[in-house]
């Protein structure tokens, strides 16, 4: 299997800056730089159907198509580096193996939208990775991939690394944006989009670590080849997916998208721990419906995941065995997102806390069977919420709803957990 993200990777350190170049690194940029108009690089981008990696899916070379040309100012290019989602740690793995995929894949990126200034605001606990980062970054000016006439060209780029405050909504891009500008971390209103009016009110592109990184093998191989590496017709490329909870082998692996969920437990993680039977998981991140064995030939890709009721998300798949209470399991998550909520919007500063209060009736054993309809009822009016936390955050609920409702009703009606006794 041909890997992308991982194929400099040197066990238990970091890959240097000579082994990178040695093994290739910066030659994508300097190809571009070259033989390659801007537009060119954002058209390989969109032919090679890259969708983004940090939960949304977005096609990435359409998300860069909607910044203007033609507006004055400058435009800028933000690495979103914020991994707080529960289960989730790919991009705090690929940081900390090679930072240098990222500073290349940030500078084609840059280059392609018209980009001097870019910004890589990343989780105030990933103090090696930025460690790691600002090395990186150092070397690369150095050696003439950032700065000034980059590879003797007439492009140029400044690229620089701010730590979060540490809260889960600077993920959400415009959040972020405020954030960096140095207010309150609350999300805008969009329209307008971040694309016409972003950071300081210029156009900005915000995208993922993992989805900056695989840009410098599209531009060095092509879109055709990048098509080529996915396990489903409609997919593209490879995907990062951190696994952990009840598996013989929690591990950050890279693998084509859409191969299916169980050759993903089963081959890659070894299985279920010895006495552990598979229960159900969460496919995509803490903010993703549960998956069951009835999903275990779903090919983890953007649209098969979508299509059996759940979302692929960031690719964290926290996998839970026949002990897991899953009321217990989902207040937990809930718990979560209601600290979590900046209150900017009623529905999250409100909704949340009142979801856990109904989760932890239930959960000891002093619910009544009309709590289920108020959490359906919850599931839906949280996507009226101002951006993207609360209804996330009502994933899991729905998916206990729809795939364990003989457990939350028993969990009622005897007032005890039936899992645990």
């Known amino acids: 299997m041909e890997t992308i993200l991982f194929r400099h990777n040197r066990p238990d350190r970091t890959v240097t800056f000579d082994e990178y170049l040695a093994a290739g690194g910066f030659q994508a940029l300097k190809k571009a730089l070259s033989g390659m108009s801007p537009d060119e690089v954002q058209q390989t981008v969109i032919d090679s159907g890259l969708r983004g990696r940090g939960g949304a899916g977005f096609p990435t070379g359409k998300k860069w198509s909607f910044v203007p040309r ?7 290019l933000i690495c979103n580096s914020d991994e707080m989602e529960p289960g989730t740690y790919k991009d705090r793995v690929l940081l900390e193996h090679n930072p240098h995929l ?3 894949g940030m500078a084609l990126t840059s280059y392609a939208l018209g980009v001097e200034h870019a910004f890589i605001f990343i989780r105030r606990g990933y103090e090696q990775a930025a460690s790691d980062l600002k090395n990186a970054i150092a070397q690369a000016h150095k050696a003439g991939f950032l700065g000034k006439g980059i590879c003797g060209s007439g492009f140029s780029l400044e690229l620089d690394v701010h730590l979060s405050a540490g809260r889960y909504i600077c993920g959400e891009e415009t959040a ?6 140095g207010v309150r971390a609350n999300p805008r209103s969009k329209p307008p989009f971040p694309a016409v009016k972003g950071l300081w009110g210029q156009p900005t592109v915000v995208n993922n670590v993992e989805t900056l990184s695989n840009i410098p093998a599209i531009v060095a191989h092509g879109p055709d080849w990048f ?3 996915a396990a489903t017709p409609e997919g593209a490329g490879t995907k990062l997916f951190c696994v952990s909870g009840h598996v013989q082998n ?3 692996l890279e693998l084509p998208i859409g191969t299916p ?8 993680c070894g299985g279920m721990r010895p006495g552990s039977t598979f229960k159900a998981c969460i496919p995509g991140g803490a903010s993703t419906p549960y998956f069951t064995r009835e999903h275990w030939a779903v090919p983890m890709d953007f649209d098969p995941v979508a299509k059996a009721g759940s979302r692929l998300g960031t690719g964290g798949v926290v996998v839970f065995d026949q002990t897991t209470c899953m009321v217990a399991a989902t207040l937990n998550l809930t718990r979560f997102y209601a600290r979590e909520s900046c209150g900017w919007c009623t529905p999250c500063r409100e909704g949340l806390p009142f979801v856990q209060h109904i989760l932890e009736k239930i959960e000891a054993g ?9 959490l359906r009822d919850h599931v839906h009016k949280l996507n009226y919420a101002f951006c993207a936390l609360a209804p996330g955050a009502m994933g899991p609920v729905e998916g206990l709803l729809r795939l364990f409702e003989d457990e939350v009703r028993e969990h009622i009606t005897a007032g005890r957990c039936p899992v645990k006794g």
Do not use: Q, S, W
Not at 70 to 76: A, K, M, S
Not at 176 to 181: G, H, K, P, R, T
């Open 366 to 374: 002093r619910g009544d069977l009309a709590d289920m309809d108020i």
């Open 250 to 252: 929690p591990i950050c």
């Open 102 to 104: 990222l500073v290349e």
């Open 70 to 76: 033609n507006l004055p100012g400058p435009r800028y």
């Open 176 to 181: 972020l944006m405020n954030a960096l500008e």
């Open 227 to 229: 098509k080529g590496l």
């Open 261 to 268: 969920l169980g050759e993903i437990v089963d081959t890659h």
